[in-house]
């Protein structure tokens, strides 16, 4: 029974993200994405790389409703850059296996 409990926990916690396992970090290119770890002997590559999603370039569409000098609607898309450059210092958090979490920049 014992057994059991500390499966289903297992499974419960797998890639569960924890605050306090937040790493330091140095945006080495962007936006083929490439970061050094503090302390890690070699760099991570955009493959072993989750990004917050507010952190990555973005694309809205959107409609404007024009009321002069004739009334009109235009359609068009706002591209949001990312607030990422190389040599940004960023907060990352392991995940499963050798992946990391970018949370975001350093201020």
Do not use: C, N
Request: net charge negative; no cysteine.
């Amino acid at each position: 029974m014992m057994g059991e409990a500390m499966k289903l926990l297992k499974q419960k916690v797998a890639g569960h993200i924890d605050a306090r396992d937040t790493e330091r970090a140095t945006l080495l290119s962007w936006p083929a994405a490439k970061i050094e770890v503090d302390g890690d002997p070699y760099p991570y590559e955009s493959g072993s790389l989750v990004f917050a999603d507010y952190l990555q370039e973005r694309e809205i569409e959107v409609t404007f409703d024009v009321a002069e000098p004739e009334p009109a609607i235009l359609k068009g898309k706002l591209l949001i850059p990312s607030p990422l450059e190389v040599g940004d210092r960023l907060l990352v958090s392991r995940m499963t296996g050798q992946r990391y979490y970018v949370l975001g920049k350093e201020r």
